[in-house]
């Protein structure tokens, strides 16, 4: 089955622990980017990622590190959480292939990361 | 700049009224994209749509209809006799030209859609 998968699903944590947030996707695409969602802001994108090696900053990637070493993980790091970072995090993912710029993305699960 | 509003935070419905959400939006590309995702209680988040600026076409899917006007830049989305099911929140999103190779997609604040029996 085609899919994003994100873990965990949820994640408490206290300040200044540094945790990753993992993300894979098996339909082999390029482009793979993280977002939070926070109340009345809908969905804001963090970091992004084109391809393998290739990682750029989104709206709002203060406090949060990526990587992309291989093309279907995209982990997101927090060397040093604080409180508002707590915040609902998707990771999606589409192909760029010819024709496809704007082709819908494919959103995990989501995660619920709490900060204390 | 990009931008999507979406002027109703909340809405409440009876079951089998029909509800209009508002998606308005602004933009300098000329060719762009427009998607309207639904997110459920379970938290996951579903494509439902995506038109591009020069198909002004209404479409229809079963009781979701899509009302794309670029005169008002607007692409608001009906439910028509609305199920308890379909409570959800509803975002609109919006997509431009790719720059650089990269096309961001801009959200909007999201409409909570709250279907009572």
């Known amino acids: 089955e085609a899919q994003v998968t994100q873990n965990p699903r949820y994640l408490i944590t206290v300040t200044g622990k540094k945790l990753t947030v993992t993300c894979s996707q098996n339909?082999?695409?390029?482009?793979m980017s993280w977002y939070r969602q926070d109340p009345g802001l809908g969905l804001r994108q963090i970091y992004y990622s084109m391809n393998v090696e290739v990682t750029d900053k989104g709206d709002v990637p203060e406090g949060y590190k990526v990587s992309r070493k291989e093309k279907r993980n995209f982990p997101l790091i927090l060397e040093s959480p604080s409180p508002n970072q707590t915040s609902l995090y998707f990771c999606a993912s589409k192909s760029t292939g010819v024709g496809l710029s704007n082709s819908p993305l494919h959103f995990g699960n989501g995660t619920r990361l709490t900060v204390t | 700049a990009q931008k999507v509003t979406q002027a109703q935070t909340e809405i409440s419905v009876v079951e089998k009224e029909d509800v209009t959400l508002d998606c308005v939006y602004e933009t300098r590309d000329t060719t762009y994209y427009l998607f309207w995702y639904k997110q459920p209680p379970s938290g996951e988040l579903v494509f439902l749509i995506r038109?591009?600026?020069?198909?002004?076409q209404n479409e229809i899917s079963g009781r979701y209809s899509w009302n794309f006007q670029k005169s008002t830049s607007s692409f608001n989305f009906t439910i028509t006799a609305s199920q308890v099911v379909d409570s959800a929140v509803y975002f609109c999103?919006?997509?431009?030209?790719?720059?650089?190779?990269?096309?961001?997609?801009?959200f909007g604040a999201g409409t909570r859609l709250a279907v009572h029996p």
């Open positions: 339909m082999n695409h390029e482009y």
């Open positions: 999103a919006l997509s431009g030209l790719p720059r650089g190779g990269y096309n961001k997609l801009i």
């Open positions: 038109r591009n600026s020069f198909d002004e």
